[in-house]
């Protein structure tokens, strides 16, 4: 089968080098790839977001599974363009509908869902600007941290997370007047959830799920998590301390209702579903849902998967998810992303990246990564993703971090202390 793979990161070259290892896909594309993934299929200059662009190169190259990396794409309806479209319907787009992706494109509309069925999430408020006075009431009644996120989709930056009330109602204020533009027009404002983090993944086709390795992710620039969020500094899996007992819970509190909630809901949801989650005492809270695979959990959660990638989405979209499966690895594996200088903040492209064929016994990931003149240069603030097996964690981080040192670039920085906290 040919499939096209949108997106450009260090997960979508993970779900490449999946996909490759698959006797089903004979022909890989990616739109718009990095040069990682120039190595593993072809290449093409289509924006993920521009949806008759991708239905044309689909027809003209007779693809038949289109797997959706980002959120974007979804967010905006990639799936409901394809089925609404007649020339395209038979195409397999792996990724939920628009309503489906709402989870994760409209923080409001998660709450609700959650609230509905009695998941178990943080207390929470919805304000928009003509509620502003009735919202800086609701945040004085806080105890502080109080926690603001903008209802829309906002590159990852959307949430604050307010060390007292008065910068709550500051950043409140900001974020109802435009902050995070028509993104903050809506704000959640939250509890705060003291706990420890860990990301479970399903494959769902909104009636049977099978769930993928479980994986923490450290998004905080800085060593032992301090500094400002990023898209993910590394990532390990499994997660020892999610042990049976947690893992029922999370099965019965979380996944299963929101599947049933999905049913519920009437909308197509044939694809990723991602559950950020968080230990407080003994029990899961959902913080977020995400309508794809997580970044850089990918790095480590793919590599840990023995199934075929392509077999398992084709089961996805034949309604067979049932009758497979999941068989993981049992070794540990972890990922050390390495980034550009300045980064989260600005940061520039273009630096020449050398000693990548010096890397020994890790798998590289291009993240934000382009090919220039021959040349792998940098092209994102995330620019490789080191993913290394080990018989523990510890084992594997300290392999990333011996090829760390291997490759060159200038500005190059990355986190020495994944899993510090395990
Ligand atoms: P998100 O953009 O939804 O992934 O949120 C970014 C990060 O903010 C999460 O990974 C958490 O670390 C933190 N966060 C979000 N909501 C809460 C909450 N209610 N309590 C504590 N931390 C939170
Ligand atoms: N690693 C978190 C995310 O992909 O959103």
Redesign the pocket.
């Known amino acids: 089968m040919k499939i096209l793979l949108l997106g450009s990161g260090g997960r979508e070259h993970a779900f490449a080098w999946k996909i490759r290892q698959s006797p089903f896909c004979e022909q890989l594309f990616i739109a718009p790839g990095n040069a990682g993934t120039a190595s593993l299929g072809v290449n093409v200059p289509i924006n993920p977001n521009d949806f008759e662009a991708i239905g044309k190169f689909v027809q003209d190259k007779v693809v038949d599974m289109v797997v959706v990396g980002p959120e974007e794409p979804l967010v905006n309806g990639i799936y409901d363009y394809f089925k609404n479209t007649p020339a395209l319907e038979q195409v397999r787009v792996i990724g939920p509908s628009k309503t489906g992706a709402q989870l994760e494109g409209s923080k409001a509309f998660a709450k609700r869902f959650m609230m509905e069925r009695d998941i178990p999430t943080a207390a929470y408020a919805e304000f928009t600007s003509e509620q502003l006075e009735e919202g800086l009431d609701y945040i004085e009644q806080q105890s502080p941290p109080v926690v603001l996120k903008a209802d829309g989709l906002a590159a990852?930056k959307g949430v604050l997370i307010c060390q007292s009330v008065e910068e709550a109602k500051t950043e409140f204020r900001a974020m109802l007047a435009g902050k995070f533009g028509q993104a903050s027009s809506r704000v959640v404002v939250e509890e705060f959830l003291d706990g420890i983090e860990f990301?479970v993944f399903v494959i769902t086709d909104g009636n049977k799920y099978k769930r993928l390795p479980i994986a923490k992710?450290y998004?905080r620039v800085g060593e032992g998590d301090t500094g400002l969020n990023t898209?993910?500094m590394g990532a390990i899996s499994p997660v020892l301390f999610v042990d049976d007992q947690l893992k029922a819970k999370v099965e019965n509190w979380i996944i299963s209702p929101t599947i049933t909630g999905l049913q519920e809901l009437g909308a197509p949801y044939k694809g990723f579903l991602?559950f950020?989650l968080i230990k407080v005492g003994n029990a899961p809270y959902v913080i977020e849902y995400?309508c794809r695979m997580?970044?850089?959990?990918t790095e480590v959660v793919f590599p840990r998967l023995e199934n075929d990638i392509v077999e398992l989405m084709m089961a996805l979209d034949d309604g067979k998810l049932g009758e497979i499966e999941i068989k993981n690895d049992p070794r540990a594996a972890a990922t050390v992303i390495l980034v550009s200088g300045g980064y989260p903040g600005p940061y520039e492209n273009g630096k020449i990246i050398s000693g990548l064929d010096e890397v020994e016994g890790s798998i590289v990931f291009h993240a934000g990564t382009k090919l220039e003149d021959g040349q792998v240069t940098t092209n994102g603030g995330r620019v490789i993703a080191l993913t290394s097996y080990g018989e523990d964690f510890q084992k594997a981080v300290a392999l990333s971090l011996k090829n760390a040192e291997k490759v060159q670039y200038e500005g190059k920085y990355y986190r020495q202390d994944i899993g510090f906290d395990l």
């Not at 997580?294 to 959990?297: A, H, K, L, N």
Request: charged share 30%.
């Open positions: 990852g990301s992710d998004k898209g993910g991602f950020g995400n997580g970044d850089p959990e």
